[in-house]
């Protein structure tokens, strides 16, 4: 037995996963997929990797040192689940399987109980960074036993990104930890992404400004709080000019936007868990809207304003803009950080939010100047009720609300849709509401359904007898 890691399953991430590996010193890979043709091609094509060449599941586990470590990166679903039960039959006790695809997080819960027994250990682990990340630094987000960690933590730490001399992995909590925290990742990409389209296009209507033109906002927005690998990439795709048309690219692409589902778990699971999540929820819906093309077509000659929109000032409008995408930033980060809390207790994780903060520094898509001012959030309070109450987001919301404000308003009156800048704003109000007018829907499921309510002034739960003479009897 001469391979320190395996990994099964070699398209593209895999691949790429097996070459940051074998990049590394001390590590020696093992690399086994289903059609062996496709392992050869990547020795072939990777000699300087030294891989080490296995046709069968037996074949790998005798060429991998104890404890046996092996990365699956296949397809998430059935195919996860028949190479698991491979490995399952040719590995011992003591050693890990590491599911590195994008699996829904209670498949891996369901995954690591039913391996437990065996005693081998079971970890999902999330990657980001895409096929680029996979290769020269990825984000890692293992779950799994604690135990696995201590072999498996230094593997892990050694091909991920680095920031600030740190390498971007921690071990998140048990079982599905990693996925769900991951899952959480790509819900507020969503949003992210959401929230920087919608300030494109309300610069773009707004100020007349070309693709070119606002790639140059999109860069000088790079240099300050909002700097980000989203915003900076924002910036070369408005940059980019079709070759056959002549065009700028982003005119002549489809805006239709496609999902491979993250978001939509992330809102799913949301929802199990009660957890307002408005703004990813809006980021996804966008997406689903545009992609009903038939509707829109149909829908096309619906009124708008009457009113020609123009915008008096085009420096003050686009720093309005900037201020209403970092605000609603905060609250799409603050929102993800809840659903992380309520998981966690859900499912009894000892998460340190303040750690994910750090893992998501580099290599991973939101990888962003930001995430350092959330991981200092939580290491001053780390019971801090809500990410957007800690003093510089506080401050940033403080300084940012009336431009936010002018912009929900301006783009409800020209009649460009803005769903995560103005569900992001009806979140923040509703948050800080002295009252809400929940009291009434209180009232009304009494009225309908005698589903009781409690009062302000005294304790107990109440119901009116609305049928009857109207007087509030207890519930008790
Ligand atoms: P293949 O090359 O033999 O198709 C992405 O599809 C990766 O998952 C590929 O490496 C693919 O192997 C692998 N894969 C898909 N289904 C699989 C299965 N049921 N068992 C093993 N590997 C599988």
């Known amino acids: 037995a001469t391979a320190t890691i395996g990994v099964v399953g070699l398209a593209v991430m895999g691949s790429n996963l097996a070459r940051n590996l074998a990049s590394r010193e001390g ?6 997929n289903r059609t062996t043709a496709k392992t050869d091609e990547l020795i072939a094509e990777h000699p300087e990797a030294g891989f080490v060449r296995t046709t069968t599941v037996q074949e790998l586990a005798d060429s991998l040192q104890r404890p046996r470590t092996a990365i699956i990166m296949v397809k998430a679903g ?21 599911d590195g695809g994008n699996a829904l997080f209670t498949d891996t819960i369901r995954r690591e109980a039913a391996i437990r027994d065996t005693g081998i250990h079971f970890v999902g682990c999330g990657i980001s960074g895409g096929e680029e990340g996979a ?62 389209a919608e300030a494109y296009d309300l610069i773009r209507r707004g ?9 140059d906002v999109f860069q000088e927005w790079n240099s300050g709080e909002l700097a980000s690998y989203l915003i900076e990439i924002t910036a070369e795709v408005l940059r980019q000019t079709d070759e056959a048309t002549g065009e700028p690219l982003v005119d002549v ?10 978001g939509a778990w992330t809102v799913q699971t949301a929802l199990d868990l009660g ?11 966008a997406r689903s809207l545009s992609s009903r093309l038939g509707q829109r077509e ?17 420096e003050t409008f686009v720093e309005d803009v900037r201020q209403a995408l970092f605000a609603s930033k905060i609250v799409a980060y603050s929102q993800g950080f809840d659903e992380i809390a309520a998981g966690a207790a859900e499912h009894g994780w000892d998460i340190a939010k303040g750690d994910v903060a750090k893992i998501w520094r580099a290599g991973c898509i939101i990888r962003a100047q930001f995430l350092g001012r959330i991981t200092e959030a939580y290491a001053d309070d780390p019971d801090l009720s809500a990410l957007l109450l800690a003093p510089y987001f506080r401050q940033a919301l403080g300084e940012a609300q009336e431009a936010w404000r002018r912009v929900v ?56 007898l609305w049928s009857g003479d109207r007087s509030e009897v207890s519930a008790d």
């Open 409 to 464: 308003v301006t783009a409800a009156q020209a009649g460009i849709p803005a769903p995560g800048f103005s569900s992001s704003l009806a979140y923040y109000d509703g948050l800080r509401a002295e009252q809400l007018p929940t009291a009434l829907i209180q009232g009304q499921r009494d009225f309908f359904g005698a589903h009781t309510y409690r009062r302000t002034d005294r304790d107990g739960v109440f119901h009116t």
């Open 253 to 262: 692409i489809l805006d239709a936007a496609g999902a491979k589902g993250t």
């Open 207 to 215: 100020t007349g400004k070309s693709p070119a033109e606002i790639a």
């Open 27 to 32: 590590n020696t890979v093992a690399v086994y």
């Open 275 to 285: 957890v307002p999540v408005s703004g990813i929820a809006e980021a996804v819906f």
């Open 135 to 196: 290769l020269n630094g990825p984000s890692l987000m293992p779950g799994g036993p604690a135990e696995s960690y201590e072999t498996l933590g230094p593997i892990l730490a050694s091909i991920a990104a680095v920031a600030e001399d740190e390498p971007c992995v921690t071990h998140v909590g048990t079982d599905g930890a990693g996925h769900f925290v991951k899952m959480v990742h790509n819900g507020i990409e969503y949003a992210d992404m959401q929230l920087i």
């Open 78 to 98: 059935a195919a996860t689940d028949a190479v698991i039960d491979e490995l399952t039959e040719v590995f011992e006790p003591g050693d890990i399987i590491v």
């Open 298 to 314: 149909a829908a096309r000659g619906l009124p708008g304003p009457s009113q020609e929109w123009t915008v008096d000032d085009p």
